[in-house]
């Protein structure tokens, strides 16, 4: 009797060598496998006649095999077979590379569907043949599956259709009865059977819409659950809202977001529940004025507040803001970094414990378990475009729980902040204050790349600063490490000779790094060549130009971060982008970077080109990986958010939700995100 968790090796086929091949796609259980998803499908009806395949296509044929192929040792290691094949309209050459296996089970005179590309001439067509499948035994949909080095997909077909074989109830059910009646949902070994071996296009899409509901509900609920969900009591309550006597003493007035996203949080921080928000805003919308006005807020209730930032420089900005911003209050404000000598940390951790310190201000120094508050209200922390689920778990460890509001500048699609973030609350600052004006963006080629230099250079003359971002360096390559420093120096030795440059880039120290910012914030260096670490969130209101190299090869949030470097101050800003690139997918994206300044729109515009994945560059969103969710599953995502919340609502242990419970741990185990 096979159950979802019999390791993968006992069943028929497998064996210890190809459980190991396995592994590398996580399948490790018969459970694993049975969700490992096709990716596709392959359609076998649509196959072309041998005398309409084109050259140079990949299609399929429907041909009757000459004999089965002999092989030939073209070296060490590389057999090949060969054999041929007719359909009445042509004969074609098959060609095998490297597979016994599959070579050897074409019996001649059998009919077959051939897969692969088409080479050869118009008199003698030969198929390099990917995949083969037997007219007889084939249904007209076959699955295709993300594959491994050594298995294919016919492979894992194979093996799915013996697991399904020996018993039909393998997969525990997840989604609570109730549930999966109310919205219809197919049960999920039916779900299973269909999403591999699909009967119709029709019950294809029901088995998909099932799936889907269930990873995002099993998501949602494993973030719901990790970040504490449901309103946790506290006794941080402010004591009043102090928000306008604030804002008198600037010089501004708040936007409107500003004032929606502050009441939001005042709102709650009022409630006697606590905070757990995202303030989300593009670069400039005045995200530190909001942080200021909550830590206003906190003070003026007899709690402390901290502020932290990722960098120390931007902790050390953030400490010159909130200072200026706080300078007619008289409250304590400190400043604690990595760089901080021991005797002020001692002093400055003495006051903290004390109450003396009103705010502190710092990097992570300041989560370190010897920091003590003596009654921290309010916890900031400035990620710029990190999103660390882990972090914020950190921080309410911290004993007395604060409030907390992260903030974040990369602008989120609204369904992705809700896969990432679950039900966590969401403030945006979709708004810029007023009087900015607009950078403005050109793309160019690389034949004016010297005119680009000169129209820096005019710039500079003038005493402003500037940017060049490398062609996107691999970060921690060493060979385009090389480039990168090789053209930064030919820059400075030839094109900026007689002025000051400086060369940033993500291998050097924090501490190297660091003195370079301070140089460009100081105006000592006055152009910064940078690959793409330039500090996100670094404030030099004189740097009013800034160059992009190979501008095609960044994502679009990217480069809307990146160009938020320039247009801080009053000065006319400009961004250039050097492309030479000419396909259609990278002439849009430059358009829409020349034609817009909104982060939402270029966030979406980005999602939409380039796919979820990619969007983040890297896997630091700490994002479960999806299988078969994607990010237009919008409506379906609402579902399960709905859902998840009234599942936890009821049963916040899932305790009489077994199978569920198992699910969202093995999910977010196999994560680390849990513990
Ligand atoms: P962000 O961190 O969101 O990128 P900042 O908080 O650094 O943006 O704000 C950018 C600049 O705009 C700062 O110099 C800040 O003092 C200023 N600012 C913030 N809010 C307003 C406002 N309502 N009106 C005018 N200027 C503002
Ligand atoms: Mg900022």
Not at 223 to 231: E, I, N, S, T
Not at 584 to 600: L, Q, S
């Amino acid at each position: 009797m096979i159950e979802q968790s019999t390791n993968i090796k006992y069943l028929k086929g497998v064996g210890e060598k190809r459980a190991k091949m396995l592994e590398k796609l996580g399948i490790f259980t018969v459970g694993d496998l049975l969700r490992h998803y096709p990716r596709s499908y392959r359609q076998w009806s649509d196959f072309v006649e041998i005398s309409k395949a084109n050259i140079g296509d990949t299609c399929c044929i429907k041909a009757i095999a000459g004999k089965t192929p002999s092989g030939v040792k073209i070296r060490q290691g590389m057999t090949i077979f060969k054999t041929d094949a007719t359909d009445g309209t042509d004969v074609i050459k098959i060609t095998i590379f490297n597979n016994k296996y599959m070579a050897q089970s074409i019996e001649q005179g059998k009919e077959y569907y051939f897969y692969g590309k088409i080479s050869g001439n118009l008199y003698s067509k030969e198929m390099t043949v990917s995949e083969i499948a037997d007219v007889e035994k084939t249904k007209s949909v076959s699955p295709i599956y993300p594959l491994t080095q050594g298995i294919n997909s016919k492979y894992i077909s194979k093996l799915v259709s013996t697991a399904l074989s020996q018993g039909s109830d393998i997969l525990k059910e997840v989604i609570p009865t109730h549930i999966r009646e109310s919205l219809c949902l197919m049960e999920i070994n039916k779900a299973i059977k269909e999403i591999h071996f699909p009967q119709s296009e029709d019950l294809l899409s029901e088995a998909r819409r099932r799936l889907v509901f269930e990873e995002l509900f099993v998501l949602q609920i494993g973030l719901m659950k990790l970040k504490g969900h449901g309103k946790e009591k506290t006794q941080i309550v402010l004591k009043g809202d102090f928000t306008n006597q604030f804002f008198e003493s600037l010089p501004f007035t708040p936007t409107n977001a500003q004032k929606r996203a502050i009441n939001e949080c005042i709102e709650q921080m009022q409630s006697g529940y606590l905070m757990n928000r995202l303030l989300q805003g593009d670069v400039g919308s005045g995200k530190t004025a909001v942080a200021a006005s909550l830590i206003y807020n906190m003070v003026k209730s007899g709690y402390q507040a901290a502020f932290m930032a990722p960098t120390e420089i931007l902790a050390i900005q953030h400490y010159n803001s909130i200072c200026s911003f706080f300078k007619s209050f008289g409250f304590n404000i400190a400043l604690l970094t990595g760089a901080t000598t021991a005797k002020e940390k001692r002093e400055i951790k003495a006051k903290l414990k004390s109450g003396e310190t009103d705010i502190i201000i710092g990097t992570h120094a300041l989560i370190q378990p010897d920091v003590e508050f003596s009654n921290i209200g309010l916890v900031i922390t400035d990620e710029q475009h990190r999103f660390g689920v882990r972090q914020r778990n950190a921080l309410l460890d911290k004993g007395n729980v604060p409030h907390t509001l992260v903030m974040s500048a990369t602008p989120i699609p609204r369904t992705l902040a809700l896969m990432i973030f679950g039900d966590l609350d969401i403030s945006v600052l979709d708004e810029l204050p007023p009087g900015r004006q607009p950078i403005e963006t050109y793309c160019i080629d690389s034949t004016k790349r010297e005119r680009a230099y000169n129209y820096i250079k005019k710039h500079l003359d003038r005493g402003l600063q500037g940017y060049i971002v490398c062609p996107l360096v691999e970060e921690g390559n060493d060979e385009t490490l090389a480039a990168a420093k090789k053209y930064a120096e030919d820059l400075a030795s030839k094109q900026f000779s007689g002025y000051s440059v400086g060369l940033l880039h993500g291998k050097m120290k924090p501490k190297d790094k660091d003195k370079i910012m301070a140089e460009f914030v100081s105006g000592k260096v006055q152009l910064l060549v940078s690959t793409t670490v330039i500090e996100v969130g670094v404030d030099v209101p004189n740097a009013v130009i800034m160059v992009i190299e190979n501008s095609e090869r960044f994502g679009l949030s990217q480069l809307h971060q990146l160009r938020g470097r320039i247009g801080r101050g009053e000065h006319q800003s400009t961004c250039i982008l050097i492309s030479d690139a000419t396909n259609d997918n990278a002439v849009k994206r430059m358009n829409i970077m020349k034609t817009t300044a909104d982060g939402f729109k270029i966030a979406d515009e980005d999602l939409a080109l380039r796919g979820p994945g990619d969007f983040f560059g890297d896997k630091q969103h700490g994002l479960p990986e999806l299988k078969i969710a994607m990010l237009t599953d919008t409506f379906i995502l609402k579902e399960a958010n709905t859902f998840a919340l009234k599942v936890l609502e009821e049963d916040n242990n899932l305790d009489n939700n077994q199978n569920l419970k198992e699910a969202v741990e093995k999910l977010f185990n196999k994560n680390k995100l849990l513990n």
